[in-house]
């Protein structure tokens, strides 16, 4: 019986990890399955249909090169929302940030023409990082001051970005032609192509490094999904990041202050996004132009929902959105299937992993078998 009791806190820990990892993992297969139904239902085969979406993605190099292509952005905005998440914030604004960091990277690619690729580089991302921050500062300030809710504030300032952005880019910093768009940025601002970094010798001889449009921003992503790990478990600046977040009014009580931990939260969150939008101009586009991106800000909210607010888990949730916007047109041109069918399975992630209870139903049976039998 001791030996019995004492296997349980194992088990427990051991169903409480199953339960962190096995909810994303079943959301998403619950997301497949009823996408499955919608998709038969709706006339078509759902099997040609995932076929197609798998080969547009993950059918070669060049395809897995064009899912971490757009998993970049993903990852960062997804690493803003969950930062903001683990202080009890809803960064919505996470759009407008991007838009604003992106802007600091065209107009400093330009400026800075001529230096070092090690000196322009750096300071192209930090500047960009600063230019989220300073996006978030003022929400960060009504939410802790007077309490205005930074929903509302975050998700303003976003249209306040767009717009700002496209004035811009149609008047003051629009360069010569017809297309509203900046002046391209120059070699030593842009960040390589990982198939830029090898040999032609090595490529032929290691093919699966062809990764066609994928730039070296998946690295700094990674490296800063790390670093934000880091920084929430072991540094004093995460714990009262965590501790607001769980109850600010125990966390004011111990003398942590929830004001300055809501600023320092809100614009952490705003220079993640801003990264975002720096990775895009740098690897991408190499300019600033209207409405350049694609609504990563939120379907970062999406990605920060699939990871439970883990900075590791925000890599692999950026990952699976990044498959399916590069398998969409695969499956629409080979099965046929409109493109909107991926949204719709990006909304039934959403909604599975809101509707966390319906998921944890599963996870929490086989709790109880396993501790019955342990029993």
Not at 287 to 300: A, I
């Amino acid at each position: 019986m001791s030996d019995s009791r004492e296997g349980l806190p194992a088990q427990r820990r051991w169903m409480t990890v199953l339960q962190k990892v096995g909810t994303p993992l079943v959301s998403a297969a619950l997301a497949v399955l009823v996408g499955s139904i919608i998709i038969w239902a709706s006339g078509y085969d759902a099997g040609a249909a995932f076929a197609a979406l798998f080969k547009g993605s993950l059918g070669g190099p060049k395809q897995i090169g064009d899912t971490i292509l757009r998993a970049i952005p993903l990852i960062f905005t997804g690493l803003a929302v969950g930062y903001g998440f683990r202080a009890g914030l809803f960064n919505i604004g996470a759009e407008g940030q991007l838009f604003l960091g992106g802007l600091a990277a065209a107009w400093l690619g330009v400026v800075l023409a001529g230096l070092p690729w090690i000196i322009v580089v750096p300071i192209m991302i930090i500047a960009s990082a600063l230019a989220g921050a300073a996006w978030a500062f003022i929400p960060a300030i009504l939410k802790a001051r007077i309490g205005a809710h930074e929903v509302i504030t975050t998700m303003m300032f976003t249209y306040i970005g767009r717009y700002l952005v496209s004035w811009l880019v149609i008047g003051p910093l629009k360069a010569p032609g017809q297309i509203p768009q900046t002046v391209a940025i120059p070699p030593e601002a842009q960040l390589p192509r990982i198939q830029e970094l090898f040999s032609a010798g090595t490529l032929e001889a290691l093919p699966f490094l062809q990764l066609g449009r994928a730039h070296l921003g998946i690295v700094v992503a990674v490296l800063m999904a790390v670093l934000v790990w880091v920084i929430l478990k072991y540094t004093t600046l995460g714990y009262e990041n965590r501790a607001v977040g769980f109850n600010p009014w125990a966390s004011e009580t111990a003398g942590i202050s929830v004001q300055w931990t809501t600023v320092k939260a809100l614009c952490i969150s705003g220079a993640l996004a801003g990264l975002a939008g720096s990775v895009e101009v740098m690897g991408v586009h190499h300019r600033l132009f209207d409405q350049f991106s694609s609504g990563f800000g939120f379907t970062g909210i999406a990605v920060a929902l699939l990871a439970k607010n883990h900075p590791i888990g925000v890599i692999p949730a950026a990952l699976l959105f990044g498959a399916l916007s590069a398998g969409a047109g695969t499956m629409q041109f080979e099965a046929d299937v409109p493109q909107k069918i991926i949204l719709i399975i990006q909304a039934l992630v959403i909604f599975f992993v809101a509707a966390e209870e319906i998921v944890l139903w599963f996870v929490r049976r086989r709790q109880k078998e396993a501790m019955s039998h342990a029993g």
